[in-house]
Protein backbone atom coordinates (compact mmCIF):
# COMPACT_ATOMS: atom_id res chain seq x y z
CA UNK A 1 0.00 0.00 0.00
CA UNK A 2 3.12 1.97 1.35
CA UNK A 3 4.86 1.59 -1.77
CA UNK A 4 2.22 1.37 -4.22
CA UNK A 5 2.92 5.04 -5.56
CA UNK A 6 6.00 4.78 -5.72
CA UNK A 7 7.94 4.93 -8.62
CA UNK A 8 10.22 1.46 -10.29
CA UNK A 9 13.76 3.15 -9.73
CA UNK A 10 13.08 4.58 -6.37
CA UNK A 11 11.17 0.85 -5.32
CA UNK A 12 14.48 -0.48 -6.63
CA UNK A 13 16.94 1.62 -5.09
CA UNK A 14 14.74 1.33 -1.19
CA UNK A 15 15.12 -2.73 -2.11
CA UNK A 16 19.11 -2.14 -2.63
CA UNK A 17 19.19 0.13 0.71
CA UNK A 18 17.76 -2.26 2.34
CA UNK A 19 19.60 -5.41 1.37
CA UNK A 20 22.91 -3.13 1.83
CA UNK A 21 21.78 -2.63 5.74
CA UNK A 22 21.05 -6.16 5.91
CA UNK A 23 23.84 -6.83 5.06
CA UNK A 24 25.92 -4.50 6.71
CA UNK A 25 24.41 -5.09 10.31
CA UNK A 26 25.11 -8.95 9.68
CA UNK A 27 29.12 -7.86 8.82
CA UNK A 28 29.39 -6.00 11.68
CA UNK A 29 27.71 -8.69 13.52
CA UNK A 30 29.62 -11.59 12.50
CA UNK A 31 32.78 -9.35 12.67
CA UNK A 32 32.62 -8.35 16.04
CA UNK A 33 31.50 -12.35 16.95
CA UNK A 34 35.12 -13.32 15.49
CA UNK A 35 36.67 -10.32 17.23
CA UNK A 36 34.63 -11.50 20.52
CA UNK A 37 36.23 -15.49 20.13
CA UNK A 38 39.66 -14.04 18.85
CA UNK A 39 39.21 -12.00 22.70
CA UNK A 40 38.17 -15.51 24.68
CA UNK A 41 40.77 -17.27 22.75
CA UNK A 42 43.54 -14.94 24.41
CA UNK A 43 42.01 -14.90 27.84
CA UNK A 44 42.28 -18.33 27.18
CA UNK A 45 45.90 -18.20 26.68
CA UNK A 46 46.74 -16.10 29.23
CA UNK A 47 44.80 -18.28 31.74
CA UNK A 48 47.45 -21.70 30.35
CA UNK A 49 50.21 -19.09 30.62
CA UNK A 50 49.61 -18.66 34.37
CA UNK A 51 48.43 -21.80 34.40
CA UNK A 52 52.25 -23.53 33.48
CA UNK A 53 53.88 -20.29 35.43
CA UNK A 54 52.10 -21.93 38.62
CA UNK A 55 53.23 -25.21 37.67
CA UNK A 56 56.62 -23.91 37.00
CA UNK A 57 57.44 -22.51 40.25
CA UNK A 58 55.59 -25.44 42.01
CA UNK A 59 57.85 -27.87 39.95
CA UNK A 60 60.91 -25.63 41.37
CA UNK A 61 59.99 -25.98 44.57
CA UNK A 62 59.69 -29.46 44.22
CA UNK A 63 63.54 -29.85 42.59
CA UNK A 64 64.83 -28.09 45.23
CA UNK A 65 62.84 -30.28 48.28
CA UNK A 66 64.28 -33.35 46.04
CA UNK A 67 67.45 -31.72 45.87
CA UNK A 68 68.07 -31.54 49.41
CA UNK A 69 67.60 -35.04 49.66
CA UNK A 70 69.48 -36.22 46.91
CA UNK A 71 72.51 -33.73 46.35
CA UNK A 72 74.49 -35.72 44.20
CA UNK A 73 71.63 -36.23 41.89
CA UNK A 74 72.22 -32.59 39.96
CA UNK A 75 72.55 -33.82 36.38
CA UNK A 76 68.85 -35.03 36.37
CA UNK A 77 67.56 -32.24 38.41
CA UNK A 78 69.64 -30.08 36.32
CA UNK A 79 67.64 -29.13 32.85
CA UNK A 80 64.13 -27.21 34.59
CA UNK A 81 62.41 -25.47 31.89
CA UNK A 82 62.19 -21.64 31.89
CA UNK A 83 59.24 -19.40 30.91
CA UNK A 84 59.36 -16.36 29.15
CA UNK A 85 56.72 -14.11 27.96
CA UNK A 86 55.63 -14.23 24.37
CA UNK A 87 56.03 -17.94 23.80
CA UNK A 88 54.36 -19.04 20.98
CA UNK A 89 52.51 -21.95 20.82
CA UNK A 90 54.73 -24.58 20.02
CA UNK A 91 57.08 -22.92 22.90
CA UNK A 92 54.52 -23.73 24.66
CA UNK A 93 53.62 -26.99 24.18
CA UNK A 94 58.12 -28.07 24.37
CA UNK A 95 58.02 -26.49 27.59
CA UNK A 96 54.51 -27.87 29.11
CA UNK A 97 56.15 -31.56 27.72
CA UNK A 98 59.56 -30.72 29.25
CA UNK A 99 58.01 -29.66 32.46
CA UNK A 100 56.15 -33.08 32.67
CA UNK A 101 59.27 -34.92 32.08
CA UNK A 102 61.03 -33.48 34.62
CA UNK A 103 57.99 -34.38 37.04
CA UNK A 104 59.03 -37.99 35.96
CA UNK A 105 62.11 -38.56 36.81
CA UNK A 106 61.53 -36.64 39.91
CA UNK A 107 58.77 -39.32 40.31
CA UNK A 108 61.56 -42.46 39.73
CA UNK A 109 63.86 -40.40 41.91
CA UNK A 110 61.65 -40.58 44.84
CA UNK A 111 60.77 -44.07 44.43
CA UNK A 112 64.76 -44.23 45.46
CA UNK A 113 64.72 -42.25 48.51
CA UNK A 114 61.91 -43.40 50.58
CA UNK A 115 62.80 -40.65 53.41
CA UNK A 116 62.09 -38.18 50.51
CA UNK A 117 58.68 -39.74 49.69
CA UNK A 118 57.15 -39.60 53.25
CA UNK A 119 58.36 -36.19 53.95
CA UNK A 120 55.19 -33.70 54.55
CA UNK A 121 56.92 -30.85 51.90
CA UNK A 122 57.15 -33.32 49.35
CA UNK A 123 53.95 -34.37 50.12
CA UNK A 124 52.06 -31.03 49.83
CA UNK A 125 54.08 -30.25 47.15
CA UNK A 126 52.83 -33.21 44.96
CA UNK A 127 48.99 -32.13 45.56
CA UNK A 128 49.90 -29.05 44.63
CA UNK A 129 51.70 -30.22 41.19
CA UNK A 130 48.35 -32.02 40.94
CA UNK A 131 46.23 -29.26 40.93
CA UNK A 132 48.60 -27.26 38.51
CA UNK A 133 48.11 -29.87 36.43
CA UNK A 134 44.57 -29.83 36.65
CA UNK A 135 44.29 -26.25 36.29
CA UNK A 136 46.54 -26.23 33.23
CA UNK A 137 44.27 -29.10 31.63
CA UNK A 138 41.46 -26.88 32.20
CA UNK A 139 42.78 -23.97 30.76
CA UNK A 140 44.36 -26.53 27.37
CA UNK A 141 40.56 -27.16 27.29
CA UNK A 142 38.56 -23.93 27.43
CA UNK A 143 42.05 -22.86 25.10
CA UNK A 144 40.57 -25.19 22.16
CA UNK A 145 36.95 -25.21 22.44
CA UNK A 146 37.31 -21.47 22.22
CA UNK A 147 39.97 -22.12 19.51
CA UNK A 148 37.96 -24.51 17.70
CA UNK A 149 34.79 -22.24 17.23
CA UNK A 150 36.52 -19.45 16.19
CA UNK A 151 38.53 -21.43 13.32
CA UNK A 152 35.40 -22.91 12.13
CA UNK A 153 34.02 -18.90 11.91
CA UNK A 154 36.93 -18.91 9.97
CA UNK A 155 36.27 -21.44 7.50
CA UNK A 156 32.62 -21.66 7.35
CA UNK A 157 30.62 -19.69 4.88
CA UNK A 158 29.74 -16.99 4.62
CA UNK A 159 30.84 -16.02 7.94
CA UNK A 160 34.92 -16.71 6.20
CA UNK A 161 34.16 -14.06 3.74
CA UNK A 162 34.62 -11.28 6.74
CA UNK A 163 37.03 -13.56 8.70
CA UNK A 164 38.63 -12.77 5.49
CA UNK A 165 38.33 -9.04 4.76
CA UNK A 166 39.62 -8.88 8.55
CA UNK A 167 42.74 -11.04 7.68
CA UNK A 168 41.94 -13.51 10.38
CA UNK A 169 43.68 -16.38 10.34
CA UNK A 170 43.13 -19.73 11.98
CA UNK A 171 44.77 -20.26 15.36
CA UNK A 172 46.82 -23.50 16.74
CA UNK A 173 45.88 -25.73 19.07
CA UNK A 174 47.49 -26.49 22.61
CA UNK A 175 48.08 -30.48 21.90
CA UNK A 176 47.58 -32.40 24.96
CA UNK A 177 51.03 -33.42 26.33
CA UNK A 178 52.75 -36.23 24.69
CA UNK A 179 52.68 -38.56 28.15
CA UNK A 180 49.27 -38.07 28.31
CA UNK A 181 48.36 -39.31 25.01
CA UNK A 182 50.49 -42.06 25.37
CA UNK A 183 48.41 -42.79 27.99
CA UNK A 184 45.74 -43.90 25.96
CA UNK A 185 47.79 -46.06 23.75
CA UNK A 186 46.58 -49.55 23.41
CA UNK A 187 48.87 -52.73 22.71
CA UNK A 188 45.95 -54.74 20.50
CA UNK B 1 11.99 -52.55 73.38
CA UNK B 2 13.09 -55.97 71.45
CA UNK B 3 12.08 -56.07 67.57
CA UNK B 4 8.86 -58.28 67.97
CA UNK B 5 7.39 -56.03 70.50
CA UNK B 6 8.31 -52.85 68.49
CA UNK B 7 7.05 -54.66 64.98
CA UNK B 8 4.16 -55.38 67.10
CA UNK B 9 3.03 -51.78 68.28
CA UNK B 10 4.15 -50.38 64.35
CA UNK B 11 1.58 -53.00 63.60
CA UNK B 12 -0.64 -51.70 66.17
CA UNK B 13 -0.40 -47.96 65.17
CA UNK B 14 -0.69 -48.72 61.50
CA UNK B 15 -4.59 -50.31 62.05
CA UNK B 16 -5.26 -48.10 63.99
CA UNK B 17 -4.24 -45.06 61.90
CA UNK B 18 -6.13 -47.09 58.72
CA UNK B 19 -9.34 -47.09 61.12
CA UNK B 20 -8.88 -43.57 61.82
CA UNK B 21 -8.85 -42.81 58.37
CA UNK B 22 -11.56 -44.76 57.16
CA UNK B 23 -14.56 -44.68 59.95
CA UNK B 24 -15.17 -40.98 60.09
CA UNK B 25 -15.96 -41.02 56.58
CA UNK B 26 -18.03 -44.12 56.53
CA UNK B 27 -19.96 -42.61 59.53
CA UNK B 28 -20.33 -39.56 57.68
CA UNK B 29 -21.55 -41.00 54.70
CA UNK B 30 -24.18 -43.00 56.38
CA UNK B 31 -25.19 -40.11 58.58
CA UNK B 32 -25.53 -37.66 55.08
CA UNK B 33 -27.75 -40.60 53.52
CA UNK B 34 -30.13 -40.58 56.51
CA UNK B 35 -30.77 -36.75 56.76
CA UNK B 36 -31.25 -37.04 52.87
CA UNK B 37 -33.97 -39.82 53.78
CA UNK B 38 -35.65 -38.01 56.60
CA UNK B 39 -35.39 -34.74 54.38
CA UNK B 40 -37.45 -35.86 51.63
CA UNK B 41 -39.89 -36.48 53.56
CA UNK B 42 -39.79 -33.61 56.16
CA UNK B 43 -37.00 -31.07 57.48
CA UNK B 44 -36.75 -33.22 60.46
CA UNK B 45 -35.35 -31.25 63.66
CA UNK B 46 -32.59 -33.60 64.41
CA UNK B 47 -30.82 -32.94 61.02
CA UNK B 48 -28.43 -30.17 62.17
CA UNK B 49 -27.49 -31.90 65.44
CA UNK B 50 -26.74 -35.02 63.75
CA UNK B 51 -24.74 -33.33 60.83
CA UNK B 52 -22.63 -31.60 63.93
CA UNK B 53 -21.94 -34.59 65.66
CA UNK B 54 -20.81 -36.29 61.93
CA UNK B 55 -19.03 -32.93 61.34
CA UNK B 56 -16.87 -33.33 65.33
CA UNK B 57 -16.19 -37.06 64.52
CA UNK B 58 -14.75 -36.12 61.37
CA UNK B 59 -12.27 -33.87 63.38
CA UNK B 60 -11.78 -36.03 66.31
CA UNK B 61 -10.98 -39.12 63.61
CA UNK B 62 -8.28 -37.28 61.58
CA UNK B 63 -6.67 -35.68 64.67
CA UNK B 64 -6.02 -39.08 65.95
CA UNK B 65 -5.28 -40.32 62.34
CA UNK B 66 -2.55 -37.66 62.40
CA UNK B 67 -1.35 -38.72 65.76
CA UNK B 68 -1.25 -42.44 64.89
CA UNK B 69 0.50 -41.10 61.81
CA UNK B 70 3.03 -39.49 64.04
CA UNK B 71 3.78 -41.61 66.31
CA UNK B 72 4.14 -44.31 63.72
CA UNK B 73 6.56 -42.43 61.60
CA UNK B 74 9.07 -41.68 65.03
CA UNK B 75 8.75 -45.43 65.81
CA UNK B 76 9.29 -46.24 62.32
CA UNK B 77 12.57 -44.04 61.92
CA UNK B 78 14.05 -44.68 65.12
CA UNK B 79 13.72 -48.71 64.09
CA UNK B 80 15.14 -49.08 60.44
CA UNK B 81 16.60 -45.57 59.56
CA UNK B 82 18.86 -44.37 62.80
CA UNK B 83 20.49 -47.72 63.44
CA UNK B 84 20.98 -48.21 59.55
CA UNK B 85 22.09 -44.99 58.97
CA UNK B 86 25.21 -45.64 62.28
CA UNK B 87 26.33 -48.56 60.79
CA UNK B 88 26.75 -47.18 57.27
CA UNK B 89 28.45 -43.65 58.02
CA UNK B 90 30.21 -41.48 60.55
CA UNK B 91 29.27 -38.70 62.96
CA UNK B 92 25.73 -39.51 62.09
CA UNK B 93 23.17 -36.56 63.33
CA UNK B 94 19.58 -37.49 61.93
CA UNK B 95 16.33 -35.61 62.60
CA UNK B 96 13.26 -36.58 60.58
CA UNK B 97 10.57 -34.34 61.53
CA UNK B 98 12.95 -31.27 59.98
CA UNK B 99 14.82 -30.51 56.37
CA UNK B 100 16.57 -27.62 54.85
CA UNK B 101 15.42 -24.22 55.18
CA UNK B 102 13.86 -22.21 52.08
CA UNK B 103 16.94 -20.02 52.67
CA UNK B 104 19.32 -22.52 52.46
CA UNK B 105 17.86 -24.52 49.15
CA UNK B 106 17.73 -20.91 47.73
CA UNK B 107 21.35 -20.64 48.49
CA UNK B 108 22.22 -24.00 47.26
CA UNK B 109 21.32 -22.76 43.67
CA UNK B 110 19.35 -25.54 42.45
CA UNK B 111 15.41 -24.97 42.35
CA UNK B 112 13.48 -21.83 41.73
CA UNK B 113 11.26 -21.30 45.22
CA UNK B 114 7.75 -21.93 44.50
CA UNK B 115 5.46 -20.34 47.64
CA UNK B 116 4.74 -23.71 49.20
CA UNK B 117 8.43 -25.42 50.88
CA UNK B 118 8.64 -28.73 52.82
CA UNK B 119 11.82 -30.38 54.03
CA UNK B 120 12.16 -33.45 56.14
CA UNK B 121 14.56 -36.60 57.24
CA UNK B 122 17.91 -34.34 58.17
CA UNK B 123 20.79 -36.25 57.60
CA UNK B 124 24.14 -34.76 58.47
CA UNK B 125 27.44 -37.74 58.79
CA UNK B 126 30.50 -38.49 56.84
CA UNK B 127 31.64 -41.82 54.44
CA UNK B 128 34.89 -42.03 54.17
CA UNK B 129 36.38 -38.65 55.71
CA UNK B 130 33.63 -36.78 53.24
CA UNK B 131 31.24 -34.53 55.48
CA UNK B 132 27.82 -34.24 53.82
CA UNK B 133 23.83 -33.15 54.43
CA UNK B 134 20.87 -34.14 53.08
CA UNK B 135 17.19 -33.71 53.20
CA UNK B 136 14.09 -34.89 51.15
CA UNK B 137 12.37 -31.44 49.78
CA UNK B 138 9.36 -30.73 48.00
CA UNK B 139 8.74 -27.47 46.37
CA UNK B 140 5.76 -26.54 44.91
CA UNK B 141 3.65 -23.01 43.26
CA UNK B 142 0.19 -22.62 44.28
CA UNK B 143 -1.88 -20.10 42.02
CA UNK B 144 -5.70 -19.63 42.85
CA UNK B 145 -8.00 -17.61 40.86
CA UNK B 146 -10.73 -17.41 42.76
CA UNK B 147 -12.46 -19.62 41.00
CA UNK B 148 -9.84 -22.48 40.38
CA UNK B 149 -6.69 -22.81 42.16
CA UNK B 150 -3.31 -24.52 40.30
CA UNK B 151 -0.22 -26.30 41.88
CA UNK B 152 2.96 -26.66 39.91
CA UNK B 153 5.53 -29.16 41.34
CA UNK B 154 8.94 -27.77 41.06
CA UNK B 155 11.13 -30.26 42.97
CA UNK B 156 10.42 -33.37 44.37
CA UNK B 157 12.72 -35.82 45.61
CA UNK B 158 16.29 -35.62 47.89
CA UNK B 159 19.04 -32.45 47.75
CA UNK B 160 22.28 -33.38 49.17
CA UNK B 161 25.55 -30.82 50.21
CA UNK B 162 28.88 -32.50 50.19
CA UNK B 163 32.34 -31.09 51.15
CA UNK B 164 34.79 -31.09 47.89
CA UNK B 165 37.92 -29.78 49.72
CA UNK B 166 39.96 -31.04 46.54
CA UNK B 167 38.44 -28.43 44.19
CA UNK B 168 37.31 -24.90 45.05
CA UNK B 169 35.11 -23.23 42.17
CA UNK B 170 33.12 -19.70 42.03
CA UNK B 171 30.13 -21.03 40.54
CA UNK B 172 29.20 -23.72 37.89
CA UNK B 173 26.01 -25.53 37.34
CA UNK B 174 24.97 -28.50 35.51
CA UNK B 175 21.13 -29.46 34.87
CA UNK B 176 20.10 -32.13 32.71
CA UNK B 177 17.73 -31.39 30.00
CA UNK B 178 14.49 -32.63 32.13
CA UNK B 179 15.18 -30.32 35.01
CA UNK B 180 12.86 -27.83 34.71
CA UNK B 181 12.53 -25.25 37.58
CA UNK B 182 16.20 -24.16 37.32
CA UNK B 183 17.27 -21.83 39.86
CA UNK B 184 18.35 -18.19 38.62
CA UNK B 185 21.94 -16.91 38.66
CA UNK B 186 23.75 -17.06 41.78
CA UNK B 187 23.56 -13.84 43.47
CA UNK B 188 22.48 -11.92 40.43
CA UNK B 189 26.30 -12.59 38.25
CA UNK B 190 25.88 -13.57 34.88
CA UNK B 191 26.67 -16.60 33.49
CA UNK B 192 27.47 -18.13 30.39
CA UNK B 193 26.63 -20.63 28.53
CA UNK B 194 29.37 -23.60 28.18
CA UNK B 195 29.85 -26.15 25.95
CA UNK B 196 32.17 -29.17 26.43
CA UNK B 197 34.17 -31.32 24.17
CA UNK B 198 31.34 -34.45 24.86
CA UNK B 199 28.45 -33.55 22.12
CA UNK B 200 26.64 -36.42 24.39
CA UNK B 201 27.03 -34.28 27.04
CA UNK B 202 26.34 -30.90 26.10
CA UNK B 203 23.19 -32.66 24.59
CA UNK B 204 22.07 -34.05 28.13
CA UNK B 205 23.27 -31.49 30.90
CA UNK B 206 23.29 -27.22 30.20
CA UNK B 207 25.88 -25.86 31.39
CA UNK B 208 26.72 -22.43 32.94
CA UNK B 209 29.44 -20.88 35.12
CA UNK B 210 30.11 -17.36 36.24
CA UNK B 211 33.55 -18.08 34.90
CA UNK B 212 34.21 -20.56 31.59
CA UNK B 213 37.52 -21.95 33.05
CA UNK B 214 35.52 -22.86 36.45
CA UNK B 215 33.49 -25.14 34.44
CA UNK B 216 36.12 -26.73 32.53
CA UNK B 217 38.32 -27.41 35.31
CA UNK B 218 35.24 -28.86 37.57
CA UNK B 219 33.82 -30.85 34.66
CA UNK B 220 36.67 -33.10 33.79
CA UNK B 221 35.93 -36.03 31.28
CA UNK B 222 35.83 -38.15 34.39
CA UNK B 223 33.69 -35.80 35.93
CA UNK B 224 31.27 -36.09 32.54
CA UNK B 225 31.36 -38.99 32.83
CA UNK B 226 30.09 -39.31 36.17
CA UNK B 227 27.13 -36.91 35.78
CA UNK B 228 26.31 -38.84 32.88
CA UNK B 229 25.96 -42.13 34.59
CA UNK B 230 23.64 -40.44 37.61
CA UNK B 231 21.65 -39.18 35.28
CA UNK B 232 21.34 -42.32 33.33
CA UNK B 233 21.00 -43.42 37.13
CA UNK B 234 18.47 -41.18 38.55
CA UNK B 235 16.80 -39.11 35.85
CA UNK B 236 16.30 -35.88 36.95
CA UNK B 237 19.54 -33.86 38.19
CA UNK B 238 20.93 -30.70 38.87
CA UNK B 239 24.07 -30.61 40.05
CA UNK B 240 25.88 -26.92 41.32
CA UNK B 241 29.23 -26.80 42.43
CA UNK B 242 29.60 -23.75 44.21
CA UNK B 243 33.05 -22.98 46.76
CA UNK B 244 33.90 -26.23 48.35
CA UNK B 245 30.62 -27.26 48.04
CA UNK B 246 28.93 -29.71 45.30
CA UNK B 247 24.88 -29.04 45.79
CA UNK B 248 23.01 -31.90 44.38
CA UNK B 249 19.44 -32.50 43.78
CA UNK B 250 17.52 -35.34 42.89
CA UNK B 251 14.12 -34.39 41.12
CA UNK B 252 12.72 -38.44 41.31
CA UNK B 253 9.33 -37.43 42.94
CA UNK B 254 9.62 -39.67 46.33
CA UNK B 255 11.22 -39.30 49.48
CA UNK B 256 13.35 -41.39 50.84
CA UNK B 257 13.42 -43.51 54.48
CA UNK B 258 9.95 -43.64 54.63
CA UNK B 259 7.43 -46.34 55.28
CA UNK B 260 4.19 -46.98 53.40
CA UNK B 261 1.55 -46.86 56.23
CA UNK B 262 -0.69 -48.07 54.11
CA UNK B 263 0.81 -51.89 53.53
CA UNK B 264 1.51 -54.22 56.73
CA UNK B 265 5.39 -54.02 57.76
CA UNK B 266 7.68 -56.59 56.51
CA UNK B 267 11.38 -56.07 58.94
CA UNK B 268 13.75 -57.30 55.86
CA UNK B 269 12.08 -55.77 53.47
CA UNK B 270 12.48 -51.93 55.59
CA UNK B 271 15.83 -52.78 56.16
CA UNK B 272 16.71 -53.32 52.37
CA UNK B 273 14.97 -50.05 51.92
CA UNK B 274 16.75 -48.14 54.38
CA UNK B 275 19.66 -49.29 52.65
CA UNK B 276 19.17 -48.52 49.43
CA UNK B 277 18.02 -44.83 50.49
CA UNK B 278 21.63 -44.79 52.17
CA UNK B 279 23.28 -46.39 49.25
CA UNK B 280 22.20 -43.48 47.13
CA UNK B 281 24.37 -40.82 48.62
CA UNK B 282 27.32 -43.15 48.99
CA UNK B 283 27.01 -43.84 45.11
CA UNK B 284 27.04 -40.17 44.53
CA UNK B 285 30.40 -39.49 46.90
CA UNK B 286 32.17 -42.72 45.21
CA UNK B 287 30.62 -41.59 41.33
CA UNK B 288 31.78 -37.92 41.63
CA UNK B 289 35.04 -39.08 43.37
CA UNK B 290 34.72 -36.59 46.21
CA UNK B 291 37.18 -39.01 48.48
CA UNK B 292 40.71 -37.99 49.16
CA UNK B 293 42.94 -39.98 48.07
CA UNK B 294 45.39 -40.88 51.51
CA UNK B 295 47.62 -43.39 49.10
CA UNK B 296 50.10 -40.69 47.74
Same mark, same amino acid.
Given at each position: ??????????????????????????????????????????????????????????????????????????????????????? /?????????? #?????????????????????????? #?? #??????????????????? /?????????????? /?????????????????????????????? | ???????? =??? @???????????????????????????????????????????????????????????????? +? *?????????????? %??? +???????????????????????????? +???????????????? =?????????????????????????????? =????????????????????????? =???????????????????????????????? @?????????????????????????????? %??????? *?????????? @?????????????????????????
Amino acid at each position: MLLSGLDPITLVIIVVVVVALIVLVWGIGTSNGIKTLDLKCKEALSDIDVALVKRHDTLTKLVDVVKSYAAHEKETLSSIVSLRNGM /SMVERNAAAN #QMTDMLNRINVLAEQYPELKSSENYK #QL #QNAIVDTEEHLQAARRLYN /SNVSAYNRKLVVFP /SSIIAGMAGAVQKPFFEAEESKRADVKMNL | MGIYETMK =KLE @ELRKKQRVCAGVPLVFFIGLFFAIFAQASSGISRLAPVIMLAACAALIYGFTKMGAYSKEYKAL +Y *KSTFVTGILGEIFD %NVF +YDWEHGFTTQAVNEFGLVKLGNRFFSED +YISASYKGIHFVQADV =KIQYHSSSGKSSHTTTYFSGRMFVFDNPLK =KVFSVQAFSDNFRYRAGNPAGFKMN =KIELESVDFNRTFDVKAVQDIDAFYMLTPHMI @ESLMMIRNRYGNVGVHFSGDKIFVGINCGM %NAFDGDI *KRPIDYNAER @EQTRKDSLVIINLIETLKLMVDESN
